[in-house]
C-alpha cells in the first residue's frame, strides 16, 4: 500500500521566516493531495486539496507544490507567525474508487518563534 | 454548520471493559471515515461507510472492534474488551460522496484504557 515520508519531524523558526515542509509518497495512482493543520488539543484542520501535477496552489500565507513526477508534495508557509505554531500533516488519497481512504505522513510539528 | 460531531470527548475505561465512540456527520455528507491517532503509529485508518453501508474496514483490528452506521446521522465504534494498546484518539471524519472529496474531522474522542 501506499507510503507517506513527511519531513522534517520538528520544525522551529522565527517569526516572519519561511517554514517548509516535504511529503514524498510511493503509489504512482494516488491522485489527491491534502494538507491538514492541527493545534494542540485540536482536530485537523483542512488547509488546501491539490491534485494537479507540479501545480501551486496559494492560500491565505502559504503555497503548496505538488510534483507527481518525483511523487513529492510540499507546504511552504511564507512568512510564519505565531499563530502558525502547529502540527501539520499531509494526506494522499489513492485512485480507488472503492475507498477514500488517507494515507498520512507522520506529521510535523511546526514552533514560531516571535 | 455545527461540523463533525464527536462524543464523548474523553473516555477512560478499565482494561476488559467495553468502549462505544459516537459520530455525528457533516448533514448531508454520505460517508464517514474512522481513524485512529497515536504518537507511536500516527494516523491510522480505521473503516469507512458510504450511505451507511461499510465499504472499506481494512484498517480495523480484526479482534475487539467494530464499528456501525444505523442511519444517516450517526456512526459508533465499539471497541469489546478494551486494552491498554488500545489508548488513542479516535477521529470521526465525514466528506460529501465521491472519490477525493474533502474529509473534515471531528474533534475526536480520546481513550484512555487503564
Known amino acids: 500500500g501506499e507510503q507517506v515520508e513527511q519531513r522534517p519531524p520538528h520544525l522551529s523558526v522565527r517569526e516572519g521566516d519561511s517554514a517548509v515542509i516535504t511529503c514524498t509518497y510511493t503509489d504512482p495512482n494516488s491522485y489527491y493531495f491534502f494538507w491538514y493543520k492541527q493545534e494542540p488539543g485540536a482536530s485537523l484542520q483542512l488547509l488546501m486539496k491539490?491534485?494537479?501535477?507540479?501545480e501551486i496552489n496559494e492560500g491565505q500565507g502559504f503555497t503548496v507544490l505538488l510534483n507527481k513526477k518525483d511523487k513529492r508534495l510540499s507546504l511552504n508557509l511564507t512568512a510564519a507567525h505565531p499563530g502558525d505554531s502547529a502540527a501539520y500533516f499531509c494526506a494522499v488519497s489513492e485512485l480507488n474508487t472503492n475507498t477514500g481512504k488517507l494515507t498520512f505522513g507522520d506529521g510535523t510539528v511546526l514552533t514560531v518563534k516571535p | 454548520n455545527a461540523g463533525v460531531i464527536q462524543t464523548p470527548r474523553h473516555k477512560v475505561t478499565g482494561k476488559g471493559q467495553e468502549a462505544t465512540l459516537w459520530c455525528e456527520p457533516i448533514?448531508?455528507?454520505?460517508?464517514v471515515f474512522w481513524y485512529r491517532q497515536t504518537i507511536v503509529q500516527g494516523l491510522e485508518f480505521l473503516t469507512y461507510f458510504r450511505n451507511q453501508a461499510p465499504i472499506d474496514d481494512s484498517g480495523m483490528p480484526k479482534e475487539r472492534f467494530s464499528a456501525q452506521m444505523p442511519n444517516q446521522s450517526h456512526s459508533t465504534l465499539k471497541i469489546q474488551s478494551t486494552q491498554p494498546q488500545d489508548s488513542a484518539v479516535y477521529l470521526c471524519?465525514?466528506?460529501?460522496?465521491?472519490?477525493?472529496?474533502?474529509?473534515?474531522f471531528g474533534p475526536g474522542t480520546r481513550l484512555t484504557v487503564l
Open positions: 471524519a465525514s466528506s460529501l460522496e465521491g472519490w477525493g472529496r474533502e474529509q473534515y
Open positions: 491539490v491534485f494537479s501535477s507540479t
Open positions: 448533514s448531508g455528507h454520505s460517508a
